[in-house]
């Protein structure tokens, strides 16, 4: 049973670096045959999926353009860790965000809703 | 990108009674590397994060009740719920997973008549 475990500040300020940490238990982040995403629920609740990263010999990106340019996605092998840097946030990065793992998204971290306020 | 365009958006059901979400993708979403459309549904209750119920269309995630099913081809798929229970108030997404970005429907709120 995989389990995902969030961390993260629940408050950024305008034109920081949001950063989020996703603890890995039950799998390997670099397994062959898991993705690891990174997805965001709007207060609206609309989800928009950011990005993925997945170890295939080497390790491959996929970000969403929308956030391409601001996005960083980072798999820590010694921590067994997903994380997650957006950076030059607006208050239109406030969102609960969430890590998952698959491409049909079978697991799911708990969220943490972030704010981008001063 | 994929839109996905579900219907309705909210949906008032009887206890007992069926309930039938609609999913559109504005492309075929068939993989022809696993024979499958690349099709998942998913449940999110208030405070939770979505949760997986169906993918590959049709397939039921372990521990998900048989009122559920999936179905659908091509570009049109549908999320059934045989029989309503009270436990099923929820919001429901449909997601491709065909090619990124993966895209998500809007969601259909399903509660009790």
């Known amino acids: 049973q995989v389990q995902l475990q969030q961390s993260g500040p629940g408050l950024v300020k305008p034109s920081q670096t949001l950063s989020l940490t996703c603890a890995i238990s039950g799998d390997s982040v670099s397994s062959t045959n898991a993705a690891w995403n990174w997805i965001r629920q709007s207060p609206s609740g609309g989800l928009e999926w950011l990005g993925r990263?997945?170890?295939?010999?080497?390790?491959?990106?996929d970000y969403a353009l929308s956030v391409k340019s601001r996005i960083t996605i980072n798999a820590d092998t010694a921590k067994n860790q997903l994380s997650l840097h957006l950076n030059s946030v607006t208050p239109e990065d406030t969102a609960v965000y969430y890590c998952?793992?698959?491409?049909?998204?079978?697991?799911w971290g708990q969220g943490t809703l972030v704010t981008v306020s001063s | 990108d994929i839109v996905m365009t579900q219907s309705p958006d909210s949906l008032a059901v009887s206890l007992g009674e069926r309930a039938t979400i609609n999913c559109k993708s504005s492309q075929d979403v068939f993989s022809t590397t696993h024979n499958k459309e690349s099709l998942a549904w998913y449940q999110q209750k208030p405070g939770q994060p979505p949760k997986l119920f169906i993918y590959w269309a049709s397939m039921r995630e372990s521990g998900v009740p048989d009122r559920f099913s999936g179905s659908g081809s091509g570009t049109d798929f549908t999320l059934s719920i045989s029989s309503l229970q009270a436990e099923d108030v929820a919001i429901y997404y449909c997601q491709q997973y065909y090619n990124v970005p993966l895209t998500f429907g809007g969601g259909t709120r399903v509660e009790i008549k």
């Open positions: 998952a793992s698959g491409w049909a998204l079978d697991y």
């Open positions: 990263t997945y170890y295939r010999s080497k390790w491959y990106y």
